[in-house]
């Protein structure tokens, strides 16, 4: 999954302590291996998981093809498609590969 250590792995299960729970953004990228857009932007999310953890990001990944349930729960349709959390909450969102200034974009507007 992914190579850095700032980056949770989301599921189903861990969906409402990791994500609903936090007060801190958190961006999660939900995913699939099969999917080359999900590959393209992966070490995008990666870098940003590394270079806002100490300004209060959070970012996790969620498989859509092991965790549908909170895929369907979040109407992801396409993906990558890139959610952001406040406080349980969705507050913006990315679908499909986007530059990484369309990240920090999202990011700086939430922190």
């Not at 250590?5 to 299960?13: F, G, M, S």
């Not at 291996?33 to 990944?61: M, N, S």
């Not at 549908?68 to 729960?73: E, G, L």
Request: a negative charge; aromatic letters at 8%.
């Amino acid at each position: 999954m992914a190579d850095s250590q700032n980056v949770l792995e989301i599921t189903d299960a861990n969906f409402e302590d990791e994500v609903q729970n936090s007060g801190d953004l958190t961006m999660v990228d939900f995913w699939a291996t099969w999917c080359g857009p999900c590959r393209i932007v992966a070490p995008t999310v990666e870098q940003l998981a590394d270079e806002y953890a100490e300004k209060g990001l959070r970012v996790g990944k969620l498989d859509v093809d092991a965790n549908p349930k909170t895929a369907m729960k979040y109407g992801v349709r396409s993906i990558p498609t890139i959610l952001f959390f406040r406080d349980g909450e969705v507050v913006d969102r990315l679908v499909g590969a986007m530059p990484k200034p369309n990240f920090e974009e999202k990011i700086t507007q939430h922190l």
